[in-house]
């Protein structure tokens, strides 16, 4: 499955704009805007890395940092700053994190960012990465008896939207209504959205034969 990036920044314009710079390298992301949803998110799912802002309200993302390296030790953080401080740095590597640039204005910040991935996946299974796309139009999906719009997705998984807070099922089918194609997903993360008043399901669509069944890459490959 592509990387799972748990994303931190407490400016939601900002959160989006990162969100979609890591998404369209095919990366599933999951942002959330404050420090208490930072870590109630990471005690609930299993990222690969921690991506946040120096700047998180009351906290910051050296506190992050030393809350994930006590409880999550193998979880990667990257620390990231819109400035120059080259002590936060230092800090940063103490505490056992990357630290990279601003992520909208460094423009070598992605293929550091890619670099880390590969250097933290070499120890472990291979991480597949593959084109995320946003529905453009709205993808309605049934699914565990409900309703839920697909706000983005790729051949490997999707992100659901539901208009309130929800239990979700470990695994479980779902159908897209239109198309009429049914495929078995497992849950990966679940979050309030940090933009709208929606509640956030990231799943993975489950393989055969090592690939994501052939109906589901047609279908993706056809939303505009």
Known sequence: MPALVVLVSTDETRLQQIENLLSAAGYLVAPVSS?????????SVSPDLLVTDVQL??????????????????????????????????????????FLGDPLQDPAFLSRFEAIVRQHASSGPAIRQWPRKRASATVLARLAGTTARIFDLSYGGMRLAFGDERKVPDE?????????????????????????????????????????????????????
Request: aromatic residues 10%; negative net charge; charged residues 20%.
């Open 35 to 43: 420090f208490p949803s930072a870590r109630e998110l990471l005690r």
């Open 57 to 98: 309200g009351a906290f910051n993302g050296l506190h992050l940092a030393v809350y994930s390296r006590m409880h999550f030790p193998h979880l990667q953080v990257i620390v990231t700053n819109r400035g120059r401080d080259l002590g936060l740095g230092d800090e940063a590597r103490r505490l056992g994190a990357a």
């Open 172 to 224: 479980f089918d779902i159908t897209v209504l239109d198309a009429g194609i049914t495929v078995h997903a497992q849950r990966v993360w679940t979050s309030s959205s940090p933009v709208s008043d929606e509640f956030w399901c990231g799943a993975e669509v489950l393989q055969y034969d090592g690939a994501p069944p052939a109906e589901w890459r047609d279908f993706v490959d056809a939303v505009n």
